[in-house]
């Protein structure tokens, strides 16, 4: 589900968050997946293939915030900095991944290094 506001996005407590980055910078996201940090790096690590959301990332589960606005940028980068979030790139299945809050690398199961 895709969601477009202008103020910053609500984060709740506790709740997993993707700071995803689309093809090099051409879009920021807050992904919302509404799953556990667990159920979130299962589900992306059996993930056979990025290509369905190479051009539209909107359909990866869960709420997805698109980044728009310059005070959403600013708290897209505070967020980022905090270094409590996931973050993650998505693009092509060479490419795509997510990083844990420690700094870890989780690939997806198509995942085909260059």
């Not at 270094?83 to 693009?91: E, S």
Request: hydrophobic share 30%; charged share 25%.
């Amino acid at each position: 589900m895709r969601v477009e506001k202008t103020e910053p996005y609500t984060i709740h407590p506790n709740e997993v968050v993707v700071l995803l980055i689309e093809e090099y910078g051409y879009r920021s996201w807050i992904w919302l997946p509404k799953m556990t940090e667990t159920a979130l790096e299962t589900w992306w690590s059996r993930l056979p293939s990025v290509n369905r959301y190479f051009f539209d990332p909107s359909s990866l589960p869960g709420k997805m915030c698109i980044v728009r606005t310059e005070v959403q940028r600013a708290q897209f980068h505070t967020l980022s900095r905090s270094g409590t979030y996931y973050r993650g790139h998505i693009h092509q299945d060479e490419d795509s991944h997510l990083v844990r809050p420690d700094n870890t690398l989780v690939f997806h199961r198509g995942y085909t290094p260059e």
